[in-house]
């Protein structure tokens, strides 16, 4: 049985609870990844969006992805935190920002998508399976 992991914003307008484990750990490097997340690359956890229950108000915001999709990211309006990136050629997960939980202790990223754009001083991680863009 997974413990219930909690999470939510720098203000604490929006709070969730994670009733199961994620489904996938992995970062991004993509360009876009870099612009919502501020920093050099978005840490990851797909979880069935069934397990997740979310209080207070997310903003999103719509773009296409490098590889065409459309992705949501969902962050707080009043701190700015993005909490949530909703892909939508995958309806039945949520990936949450992994900053955004309380403990991040249960973290390992299993999986490096879109290396082509890290940034150059990223080191290599050699427990990772690395993509130079998106697998799938
Ligand atoms: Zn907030
Ligand atoms: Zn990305």
């Known amino acids: 049985m997974s413990?219930?992991?909690?999470?939510?914003?720098?203000?604490?307008?929006?709070?969730?609870?994670l009733n199961a484990d994620p489904v996938t750990n992995m970062?991004?490097?993509?360009?876009?990844?870099?612009r919502t997340s501020g920093s050099a690359l978005s840490t990851i956890a797909l979880v069935?969006?069934?397990a997740l229950s979310v209080t207070g108000e997310l903003k999103g915001y719509e773009y296409k992805g490098d590889t065409g999709g459309t992705l949501e990211i969902n962050f707080c309006p009043n701190?700015?935190?993005p909490v949530l990136l909703k892909i939508s050629a995958m309806p039945d997960v949520?990936?949450?920002?992994?900053?955004?939980?309380?403990n991040t202790d249960w973290y390992k990223p299993g999986v490096s998508i879109f290396e082509d754009s890290a940034q150059k001083w990223m080191p290599e991680l050699p427990e990772c399976m690395s993509f130079p863009k998106n697998p799938g």
Do not use: H, M
Not at 27 to 34: A, H
Not at 94 to 102: E, L, M, N, R, T
């Open 27 to 34: 970062i991004c490097s993509c360009k876009n990844c870099q």
């Open 48 to 50: 069935p969006k069934s």
């Open 94 to 102: 949520v990936s949450i920002k992994v900053g955004s939980f309380d």
């Open 79 to 81: 701190c700015g935190s």
């Open 3 to 17: 413990e219930i992991k909690t999470g939510g914003c720098l203000c604490g307008a929006v709070r969730y609870e």
